[in-house]
């Protein structure tokens, strides 16, 4: 089976402008959720799709937002972006993400750097 | 708030000989797994080993292997016979429940751990 795939990879954007970045799970898993990853904060938790549905949610601003279509692809978008949301954008699937006793796996993630 | 706490953040091995990374975890769940993931420097997250909680058995995946004490909520991970591509950042996780009855992973701050040759 083919890995979790994100695109793009890199990303440079400036302060203000928004940014979506795609997340393609494992193929039949539907549940995929989104991690920030900095120096400073570590592996944060932003959230969880599962059916199209937005079912756990991280501390984050409402200028994080995501989405899911029907055939499980995620997408998650920033608006307004600040300096601090320079990060590595992780994405993970796993197969309904219901019990604590899933296994998520990774994407190779999207690196944006906002100047 | 569940937590995980990695307290090495680097750790030193020379190649061929055994580390053990530590992790201690906090959970009010009876049933679940723990993980350790690896992240090399091209970023990527890879899964080194899955433990179950309801075995007693530690797991075991080739030179890898835990070491589980579900009492004492600990969770360390054990590499033998090191080698120059083990060297990585590793990240411990533990699920936590979250109002809607599903789960997030909570991960640890990680240990970067060094190779020598």
């Known amino acids: 089976k083919a890995g979790v795939t994100q695109t793009p990879r890199y990303l440079i954007k400036t302060r203000g402008q928004q940014v979506t970045l795609s997340c393609s799970p494992i193929s039949g898993h539907r549940s995929v959720s989104w991690y920030q990853q900095t120096p400073g904060q570590g592996l944060q938790f932003l959230f969880e799709?599962?059916?199209?549905?937005?079912?756990n949610k991280g501390n984050f601003p409402g200028r994080f937002s995501g989405r899911q279509f029907s055939n499980s692809r995620s997408e998650m978008n920033v608006s307004t972006l600040e300096l601090g949301d320079s990060a590595l954008y992780l994405c993970?699937?796993?197969?309904?993400?219901?019990?604590?006793?899933?296994?998520?796996?990774f994407g190779p993630g999207t690196r944006l750097l906002v100047l | 708030a569940q937590t995980v706490t990695q307290s090495q953040p680097e750790m030193s091995v020379q190649e061929a000989e055994t580390v053990t990374l530590s992790c201690t975890y906090d959970?009010?769940?009876?049933?679940?797994?723990l993980f350790w993931y690896k992240q090399p420097p091209s970023r990527q997250m890879i899964l080194v080993i899955r433990q179950e909680a309801y075995k007693q058995q530690n797991a075991t995946e080739n030179r890898f292997s835990v070491n589980f004490q579900k009492a004492a909520k600990s969770f360390s991970l054990k590499i033998s016979d090191s080698q120059l591509g083990d060297a990585a950042m590793y990240f411990c996780a533990s699920p936590q429940k979250g109002t809607s009855g599903t789960y997030k992973y909570i991960f640890g701050t990680g240990t970067r751990l060094k190779v020598l040759a």
């Open positions: 993970a699937s796993s197969s309904t993400g219901t019990g604590g006793r899933e296994t998520q796996y």
């Open positions: 799709y599962f059916s199209e549905t937005q079912r």
């Open positions: 959970t009010s769940e009876s049933d679940y797994y």
